[in-house]
Structure formats: C-alpha cells, structure tokens
C-alpha cells in the first residue's frame, strides 16, 4: 500500500539535544512538507520542499532543518537552538487534487 | 505571504447543516483544501476547489470565489462524528515550489 510513515511515534529528547524525526513516501509525490501543531492550534509551517536537493523555509523554520537527498525522504531535525520544540510534528507530500497526505505524526516531547 | 481566517469554534445540532467560513489573502493562489482533523490524529483530505463554484461530495460540499478570497465547507446531515477541527489549507506558487499554508482551524462540537 502506498503511503507516508513518520517514526517514531513518540520521542523524549533532553533539553540542548538535537533529534531528526524521519519521514518516508511510497506515494512518488515531489512536494513534500513539515509541519508543527501545538495543542488547540492549527498547523505552521516549517519547511517544504518541491524537488530533490532544494527546499524552502516556511513560517516557522528557526531552530529546524531538513535535507531532501532522495525524492522519497524529507527528515526534519530539530535542533538545540529552538527554544519551544514541544510539539505535535506532520509530515506530509502532495498530490495536485488532494493537496497534503499526511503521516501518523511525532509527538515530541523535551525532558 | 498567506493570511487565513476561520471562526475559532462552532456549535450545531444532530442533523442539522453547518457552513464553515474561510477567508484568505495570498499571491500565486493555486487551490484551496478542507481538512478534518480528530483529536491526537493527522489530518484527512475533504475536498478541492481550484476554480469558483461549488464541490459537491455526498454530507460535504466545499464552495470558493477566488475574487473574494474567500471560501465555506458545508456540512449536512450532522453526525456525532462529525465533531472534529476542520482546517481550511490555502496552496500558492512560490520561487520555491507550491507552499501549503493551513489556518488555524474551527473546532465543530456537534450536539444532541
């Protein structure tokens, strides 16, 4: 079955650590997306990415990175420099018609 | 950049038909979606519109005027499980590629 898998579900990271939570397609989309929710908000947008070796930052993109090595992968780490990195994370890739597919989401939390 | 407004909460009744607003302001518009989400859970896909008009599928119809920037979700035949955060998402072409830019949801609680 084609889709979009986040792992892992849940992450603990101590304070200063960074963490790249991972997210994979099956879908053959070329956009794929970040973004992250905190509780009773919608979602922001961090980064995104069209094609393979370029993306862009979105609304929310300081303390983050990403890299789109390969068309199926678009790992996001969240480094020590973001200062509230306690979140709900979605992955998502895109279809014309149907805008975002997502992944189950990361909920991390800092310990 | 991308400016989208929807009303924070609703409230209806079993049976009844909601219309959720939404309103935006973007360049480069390329598409609108509606989303519901559940608690804990990941967004699902409603419905498209990319041109005026209305979208018609089954309990939910989605309608846009792009001269307005404006568009509603509306919701028939309320269920229980209808009660969710429904996520107006905005798509505009960047320098970068196509930029997917969400409001902030309206929470629907549906009533007895």
């Known amino acids: 079955d084609g889709g979009i898998t986040q792992s892992p579900k849940y992450l603990f990271r101590k304070e200063g650590q960074n963490v790249t939570l991972s997210c994979e397609q099956n879908l053959n989309h070329d956009a794929m997306y970040w973004y992250r929710q905190d509780p009773g908000q919608g979602l922001r947008l961090i980064y995104y990415s069209q094609i393979v070796n370029d993306f862009q930052k979105g609304d929310i993109a300081e303390g983050y990175s990403v890299s789109r090595e390969k068309k199926e992968s678009f790992p996001l780490t969240v480094t020590s420099a973001q200062k509230n990195p306690t979140a709900f994370y979605l992955c998502?890739?895109?279809?014309?018609?149907?805008?975002?597919?997502f992944g189950q989401g990361t909920r991390l939390t800092v310990v | 950049g991308q400016n989208i407004d929807q009303p924070t909460e609703m409230t209806a009744t079993e049976g009844a038909i909601v219309q959720i607003n939404c309103t935006y302001q973007?360049?480069?518009?390329?598409?609108l979606f509606w989303y519901q989400q559940h608690a804990g859970e990941a967004p699902t896909f409603l419905s498209y519109n990319v041109l005026d008009g209305l979208e018609e599928k089954g309990r939910f119809s989605s309608f846009l005027s792009r001269s307005k920037g404006y568009s509603y979700l509306l919701l028939k035949e309320l269920q229980m499980k209808d009660s969710a955060s429904y996520l107006c998402?905005?798509?505009?072409?960047?320098?970068?590629?196509?930029?997917?830019?969400f409001g902030t949801g309206t929470q629907l609680k549906v009533e007895l």
């Open positions: 973007t360049s480069g518009f390329n598409g």
């Open positions: 998402a905005v798509r505009a072409v960047t320098g970068g590629g196509n930029k997917l830019t």
């Open positions: 998502a890739s895109s279809n014309p018609q149907r805008g975002a597919f």
